[in-house]
């Protein structure tokens, strides 16, 4: 059995050679490249050793299905340029290709680097990712936020893949500007109609469930502060929402 790393990227170069590296004991590396790509990652990427393949990006799904189509082995593993794999982890991922088992898709959890710590509380542990496929038994469907589609039974491994996640605050918030247009456009497009009330109500429960239900307070006044950005968020979203339905 074979395994190919893919590595959909774009703008990498800061991240692409650790990454890379941290999967230097697959059978190929590939780094699919948005061709929108106007950094140093296809350069970088061939210093480490790895295939450049050029891709177009439309969604998400789409993309990541076409890395599958264009790459052949019998197993492929998803790493994005910001994430590492652990030593454990590629331990198991070796025998668990060897072994051969019945399994098409197999899940792997992340530890959540966030503000430079590791987070394990506020639902950033333990983020299950649908990483490691095999050929031609799985594929994404949905253009946002993509899912995972296997055509036989799943599977979870135990050790994680290292992410670093947000950077500083200022990454955060960008990022979450851009979540939550596209969010908001989800519910839009779902027919969903919010009462003045509900950017607040959609907060306090959003923090309550971060905090409380899914333990961010493990993570102290780090995890505080996560759950009260994210619950700030959630009232972005239903504000954004509002004003695309008074703009139609």
Known sequence: MTLAAIVPARDEERNIADCLKSVAWADRRV???????VDRTAALAQEAGAEVLMGRFENFAQFHNDAMARVTADWILFVDGDERVTPGLAKEIREVVAAGREEVLWWVPRHNMIFGRLTLGAGWYPDYQARLLRRGRAHWERPVHEVAVADGPQGYLQNPLLHYNYDDLAD????QERYTDVDARILFEAGIQPRFYTP????????WWRFVTLRGMRDGAHGLRLSFLMAYYEAVKYRKLKRMIDDN
Request: glycine share 0%.
């Open 31 to 37: 780094v699919f490249l948005d061709q929108r790509t």
């Open 200 to 207: 607040y109500s959609q907060a306090v429960r959003h923090f």
């Open 172 to 175: 955060f918030t960008a990022r």
